[in-house]
């Protein structure tokens, strides 16, 4: 079945500092994938989509692009400020649903 | 204002006990969704519904039962009720056919 792979569990950086956060996937297919991004208290909130049209999202200044020789979908910003805490989700879904699945999280605290 | 509304926020259960889990969504999706979140697996998706039909259920258990009285509703259900069944639980929407999946607040379930 459909797998999403994220291995940094958690992430510390200081404000201003360049965030990666590894995603990689496995289908029989090409996939829609998305990054969530999950605030304390609050459900999962959809930052980032990529389709295979697409390749690339860019969203309030984080960026992922779609890799299908990697199957990787990582998740970069340039300059990480404090309210960018929270865990950020990678996920997938086949075809035109809802069902997501999605990857384990990395929780992400950014000290000021 | 949240469009997907959860009542209630927080609920602590006895051991083989009964509870349901209201959903309302005000964005005039026609597929709903449930996905649970605990500390075993951040987030797994366990049904889908669409125009008020069971599309898809990732649920082995019987236990959970989905019921949709209105287009905007789906509640969660949830009978003999365990304390492995502590999670937080999800209710979700999207437009059929599209792929943008908007989550509730999520109603966390304690049961002792």
């Known amino acids: 079945g459909d797998s999403v792979t994220q291995k940094q569990g958690q992430v510390t950086l200081s404000e201003d500092d360049f965030l990666f956060i590894n995603c990689t996937y496995s289908?029989?297919?090409?996939?829609?994938l998305f990054w969530y991004v999950q605030y304390p208290g609050q459900g999962p909130q959809l930052l980032l989509k990529?389709?295979?049209?697409?390749n690339k999202g860019i969203s309030r200044g984080f960026e992922a692009t779609y890799d299908k020789g990697t199957t990787s979908f990582h998740l970069q910003k340039a300059s990480v400020q404090e309210s960018d805490s929270a865990v950020y989700f990678c996920?997938?879904?086949?075809?035109?649903?809802?069902?997501?699945?999605f990857g384990d999280g990395t929780v992400l605290t950014v000290k000021p | 204002d949240p469009k997907i509304i959860q009542k209630p926020k927080y609920l602590v259960a006895v051991t083989g006990s009964e509870k349901i889990l209201i959903c309302e969504q005000y964005?005039?999706?026609?597929?709903m969704y449930w996905y649970r979140q605990s500390a075993k697996k951040p987030l797994e998706f366990m049904f889908s519904?669409?125009?008020?039909?069971?599309?898809d259920n990732q649920t082995a258990s019987s236990r959970f039962q989905p019921q949709s009285s209105k287009k905007n509703h789906l509640d969660l259900q949830i009978t003999a009720l365990k304390p492995d069944d502590s999670a937080t639980y999800f209710c979700?929407?999207?437009?059929?056919?599209?792929?943008?999946?908007?989550f509730g607040k999520g109603t966390r379930l304690t049961v002792v």
């Open positions: 979700a929407s999207s437009q059929q056919g599209n792929t943008e999946v908007f």
């Open positions: 289908t029989t297919t090409y996939p829609t």
């Open positions: 990529v389709t295979t049209a697409n």
């Open positions: 996920a997938l879904v086949e075809g035109n649903t809802g069902k997501l699945t």
């Open positions: 964005l005039g999706h026609n597929a």
């Open positions: 519904y669409s125009y008020q039909k069971l599309m």
